[in-house]
C-alpha cells in the first residue's frame, strides 16, 4: 500500500466495513479477491476488528472464507481475545466454532476470560 492512496483508502474502507459488521458488503469484496486475512499496521486482521466490535455474523463469514481464527496481532493478542476483553459471548462461540484455541495468545483468551469474570464460557478447558 505505500504510496498509492487509492489502494489505502480501499483497505481504509474494508477495514470500516469489519468494524461496523457490514457482513455483506466485506463477503463481496472477500470473494473478489480481496484476503480474507488482509492486516492493517497493526497487525489487527479483518476478523480481529469485527471480533473486537461484536460481529458474530461478520466473523463466521470471515472465517468461513478462509480467515486464520488463530491469527494473532503485533501485540500478540487473537480475535478470541478481543471478543472476550469485550464480552461477545456470540463473536467468542463463533471463534472457537471456526478453531480458535483458547490458549493461544498474549495474554491467553482463558487468562483473559478470568480477569473479567466469564471463565465459565471456557470451562471445559484445564488451565
Known amino acids: ?5 487509492e489502494l489505502e483508502e480501499f ?3 474494508l477495514f470500516a466495513l469489519a468494524r461496523a459488521g457490514e457482513t455483506d458488503d466485506l463477503r463481496a469484496d472477500v470473494e473478489a ?3 480474507a486475512d488482509l492486516t492493517n499496521g497493526k497487525g489487527d486482521t479483518l476478523l480481529m476488528l469485527a471480533a473486537y ?3 458474530a455474523r461478520t466473523v463466521r463469514m470471515l472465517t468461513g472464507l478462509g480467515a ?3 491469527r494473532a496481532n ?4 487473537t480475535p478470541l481475545v478481543g471478543a472476550v476483553f469485550k464480552k461477545e459471548s456470540e463473536v467468542v462461540q463463533a471463534l472457537l466454532d471456526a ?4 490458549h493461544a495468545g498474549t495474554p491467553s483468551a ?3 476470560a478470568r480477569m473479567f469474570g466469564v471463565e465459565s464460557w471456557f470451562a471445559t478447558d484445564s488451565p
Open 1 to 5: 500500500m505505500d504510496g498509492d492512496p
Open 11 to 13: 483497505a481504509t474502507k
Open 33 to 35: 479477491g480481496v484476503p
Open 53 to 55: 466490535h461484536g460481529h
Open 68 to 70: 486464520d481464527p488463530g
Open 74 to 77: 503485533d501485540r500478540g493478542q
Open 99 to 102: 478453531g480458535a484455541d483458547p
Open 110 to 112: 482463558v487468562g483473559t
